[in-house]
């Protein structure tokens, strides 16, 4: 089967930084993306990777392991407006179809 | 432009009821999608248009009949519908350049109820 996973809840606080972890098993693979979501809101691209390495975009950092199938987000300087889900997917097979990780809530404290 | 609007916010239908639900982008892109997402999950792809063309179905029940009238605007339309379909319905695009992965841009949604 195809099975993305990353964990259901992670906590933090506000300032510090957190890595959000995803595994993966597809029967085919172009990429990684992340996406974040606002409860009551729509999921929104943060990054993608399709090669081994590291990704920064301003606070968000994105990583791929492709050998080991394995990629994280991680999220510094946290701000309390960080509190949200945020999902992994994998570009497995068209263009068009992704593979979702279950999301996992980023919960921040003050 | 990375907008992708959707009307509207907000539904609540009778299962007799007919409604469409309706998304729009002006950035260009070739593929459109539709999405159904319930409360703590990912969300689950329902259809796929590529260059106006219906190119995925993922078995979707025909309650839910998609239509894409031009490059820029997609429908949903409901008939029938049940209380379990009751969810956040997600409209996305993507440029379709063709071999490569294109990021997938999402409206807001609209939030349904069926009663």
């Known amino acids: 089967g195809q099975s993305l996973e990353q964990p259901s809840e992670v906590t933090a606080v506000e300032g510090a930084i957190v890595q959000i972890n995803c595994t993966y098993q597809?029967?085919?693979?172009?990429?990684l993306s992340w996406y974040q979501q606002h409860d009551g809101g729509a999921p929104t691209f943060l990054s993608y990777n399709a090669l081994d390495g590291l990704e920064e975009t301003g606070r968000f950092s994105s990583f791929l392991s492709r050998s080991d199938s394995y990629g994280y987000l991680l999220l510094q300087e946290l701000q309390m407006k960080d509190s949200a889900s945020y999902f992994c997917?994998?570009?497995?097979?068209?263009?068009?179809?992704?593979?979702w990780g279950a999301g996992t809530k980023l919960i921040i404290k003050p | 432009d990375t907008e992708v609007t959707q009307t509207p916010k907000h539904l609540v239908m009778g299962m007799t009821n007919k409604k469409s639900l309706k998304c729009e982008q002006h950035m260009g892109h070739r593929a459109m999608y539709w999405y159904k997402q319930k409360a703590k999950k990912p969300p689950e792809l329902m259809f796929v248009?590529?260059?106006?063309?219906?190119?995925i179905n993922e078995s979707v029940p025909s309650r839910f009949s998609p239509e894409c009238p031009n490059s820029s605007l997609l429908n949903l339309h409901l008939h029938a519908l049940q209380p379990e379909d009751s969810a956040l319905y997600l409209c996305?695009?993507?440029?379709?350049?063709?071999?490569?992965?294109?990021?997938?841009?999402f409206g807001p949604g609209t939030r349904l109820t069926v009663l």
């Open positions: 248009y590529s260059y106006e063309k219906l190119s």
């Open positions: 997917a994998v570009s497995w097979d068209s263009n068009y179809q992704l593979i």
């Open positions: 996305a695009s993507s440029q379709d350049s063709g071999g490569a992965v294109d990021t997938q841009y």
């Open positions: 597809t029967s085919g693979f172009y990429g």
